[in-house]
């Protein structure tokens, strides 16, 4: 038994009807959208949207707010009927044709039955205005869509006299059923003629589809992402890109999967857009009154920054520096334009390279969880987008090609964590560099130009080639990243698991106690209060997650730290004194302006994490010993006694460049006849002229082969390459 049930009496509610909707909206946009309208009217069509806030609508009149949120199509539809008389009368251009007005609404409460997480989307959301909140992972690119299509008879009309137009309401084209008598047709059915399309006399709008996910930040660790289809359609099409976070305000529509001819059951839901709200502040928590006063009391206790290190990656052992820079990397320093036209990052880069279990991943991890608006990937187990992001051609294109977005982009105004680094692939290799220091990726493939911006900070984490970290070989022999790459981190650290007794021995405390911590949890009542109390104490981490995540989004909207005169002069002096030693000193380059600029991002994190709108003294005595711990570490690797940034801006410390201009001196002395020098007199002229050991004079030989300065004709011969 098939039942009917009329559309047009559950449309609207038995206490409104048509009339009713149309006269209230009427009143209210003559009330409160007058002015509004009047500038649609003198700028239509270039503008043709009047965006109302849904408060001022409930403020209005509540019933009519409420049928809006239950009963869209018809609130929306007369809506637009109401602009279109009102925009016509005003309107100096007395055009006849004003169909293409929109009524936009803006604002939706967030109460949990409108602002809907994608994940709890539902079978009774179908019909209803909904806001939902994602990051645009994808887009399409932005094409007609047939509304009206226009068809001609192939049988009767040759010559092309008359249209026969058919309204599309699916997304597969719909032809007429038959060439209508009544319009002078033959009366053919769609199976005895052919009928042409006209896309000349087609009603057509501009329409795109996008695809968001939910924001990583507010997704639970144990679940997976959830995405939903939404289409823009008119001039909301093309307002947004990939890495985006937008609130979507539109009307819930089902679809049965399937072709045409074979549809199931199971539907489809997508969001038919009706407005788009940027979300691009940082904000995840509504920090009441008495949060910010505990902020504010935990800053004033003092020591602040040290609590919040402690507080990271508690059950790791040591790493007390490199924790204190993850801590200041969440804070972050101060971005800024000082011409209005150039953009300085405050965003800082690091990279963690080192030993197996020296507790990379896990530093990654913790740092991802806690961060506002994190994400985490690994440079082996990136999407098709990679870390950057790429043109893709895939079913939800339709055959086309989309922008999708990829780690970096979807970090933006965030933090990225990157783990295996060193296994990107070779596309975001070369899209990585502007990344991180210009902050935005470029796109121009299969006609697709676009630029999608990467403001966040990444911390990296890599392995070294050969598993662990090797003494007198440079630090960028050691790690699969290229150079360029490397010189754009604020700090890199490495991590080192060598054997020390006193270490080993407060390491393996550290451990037990922790594990037997968890144990003792986990028995629960069969442990002594006093023994779990005690480890307990001596456990104590002093901000929770879920605090410190507070702690830092409250840095970061509220306070932008400015340099006194003292921190200035400091960072200046520091710098000049360098480069004087530098030039005194051919054996090693001690600092260069791009870690000038690192010092300066960690001193403003300093301030930042105090909450001090002053960068000080001790802000910047702070982020010297974060430099030269760090380059000490990189140096070192391949020197003794020193630091020298060239082995990181270069890949060679300027002491081993010096001993190779050496050897190449030896060799063009010794080769009169041009056919080479032997290995032997090359190693014992370096001996007894510069003092080079002879295993170093070996390794310089290979590394100048390595980079094409010299040629070996012969085994054990070598002649210099004159360019």
């Known amino acids: 038994m098939v039942g009917c049930v009329s559309l047009a009496k559950k449309s609207v509610s038995k206490d409104l009807t048509v009339d009713d909707i149309r006269e209230k909206i009427k009143d209210f946009l003559e009330d409160q959208y007058y002015e509004d309208l009047r500038k649609v009217a003198g700028a239509y069509p270039e503008k043709r949207s009047l965006y109302v806030d849904w408060n001022r609508i409930n403020d209005f009149d509540e019933a009519l707010a409420d049928e809006l949120i239950r009963h869209p199509d018809p609130i929306i539809k007369e809506a637009e009927r109401v602009i279109q008389d009102l925009v016509r009368d005003m309107s100096k251009k007395k055009m006849q044709d004003m169909s293409g007005i929109h009524f936009r609404v803006e604002k939706l409460p967030e109460s949990s039955d409108v602002r809907i997480d994608i994940r709890n989307l539902r079978a009774k959301d179908i019909g209803r205005l909904v806001a939902v909140v994602g990051l645009v992972r994808k887009i399409t ?131 038919e857009v009706v407005s788009v709200e940027p979300l691009d502040e940082v904000r995840k928590y509504k920090l009441s009154e008495e949060d910010i006063k505990e902020i504010l009391d935990e800053a004033k206790k003092g020591n602040v920054l040290q609590r919040i290190s402690k507080s990271i990656a508690p059950t790791l052992y040591g790493l007390e520096l490199e924790k204190t820079a993850l801590a200041l990397q969440m804070f972050g320093g101060v971005s800024k334009s000082p011409d209005g036209m150039t953009h300085i990052r405050g965003d800082i880069h690091i990279l963690l ?51 999708e977005a990829g780690a970096l982009v979807m970090a933006d105004r965030g933090l990225a964590a990157i783990d295996e680094l060193d296994k990107m692939s070779e596309q975001d290799r070369s899209g990585i560099h502007e990344a991180l220091e210009q902050q935005r990726v470029s796109i121009a493939k299969a006609g697709i130009n676009a630029t999608l911006y990467t403001r966040c900070a990444l911390l990296g984490a890599a392995n070294p080639k050969r598993g662990r970290i090797e003494d007198d070989i440079p630090f960028s022999d050691q790690i699969n990243l290229p150079l360029p790459l490397l010189q754009r981190f604020d700090a890199i650290f490495v ?36 023994a779990l109390k005690g480890l307990e104490e001596w456990h104590n981490v002093p901000f929770k997650k879920e605090k410190l995540r507070k702690y830092i989004q409250y840095a970061k909207e509220n306070i932008f730290p400015v340099m006194n005169d003292k921190a200035a002069s400091k960072i200046r002096s520091y710098y000049e004194e360098l480069r004087r030693k530098s030039s005194e000193d051919a054996k090693a380059m001690l600092i260069s302006p791009r870690h000038l600029e690192g010092i300066i991002r960690f001193s403003e994190a300093s301030a930042r994490a105090r909450l001090s709108r002053e960068v000080e003294e001790s802000d910047v005595d702070l982020a010297i010993k974060i430099f030269e711990a760090w380059i000490m570490g990189v140096s070192c690797v391949a020197m003794k006694g020193g630091w020298d940034v060239d082995s990181v801006l270069t890949g060679l410390p300027k002491s081993i460049k010096g001993e190779m201009e050496k050897i190449k001196q030896i060799i063009s002395d010794l080769d009169t006849e041009g056919k080479g020098v032997p290995k032997k007199d090359i190693i014992e002229a370096a001996r007894k002229q510069f003092n080079i050991p002879p295993e170093r004079a070996d390794t310089l030989l290979q590394r100048l082969l390595v980079l094409g300065e010299l040629h070996e004709p012969e085994i054990d011969r070598f002649r210099r390459i004159q360019y």
């Open 141 to 271: 690119e932005v094409r007609p869509r047939i509304i009206t299509a226009a068809f001609r008879c192939m049988r009767c009309d040759t010559r092309g006299e008359r249209v026969i137009y058919v309204p599309q309401t699916s997304s597969i084209l719909a032809e007429p059923l038959e060439c209508p008598k009544k319009e002078g047709g033959c009366g053919r059915t769609a199976s005895s003629t052919t009928f042409l399309l006209l896309p000349e006399f087609c009603t057509t709008v501009d329409s795109q589809k996008i695809d968001i996910q939910e924001l990583p930040d507010e997704i639970l660790s144990e679940s997976q992402p959830q995405r939903l289809t939404a289409v823009l359609e008119d001039d909301i099409a093309g307002v947004v890109w990939p890495g985006r976070r937008v609130v979507l305000n539109g009307v819930v529509r089902a679809f049965p999967r399937g072709e045409q001819a074979k549809k199931r059951t199971i539907m489809d839901l997508t969001l």
């Open 353 to 403: 390279v080192g030993d197996p279990s020296t507790g990379k991943s896990q530093l990654l991890s913790f740092i991802a969880d806690v961060s506002p608006r994190a994400t985490y990937a690994t440079g082996r187990g990136a999407t098709a987008a990679g870390l950057t992001a790429a043109a893709v051609k895939d079913e939800f294109g339709e055959g086309r090609w989309t922008l």
């Open 495 to 530: 991590t080192r698991d060598i054997p020390d007794p006193v270490r080993d021995s407060r390491l393996a405390e550290f451990v037990v106690k922790m594990h037997r911590l968890g144990e003792m949890k986990a028995a629960k009542k069969a442990i002594p209060k006093d």
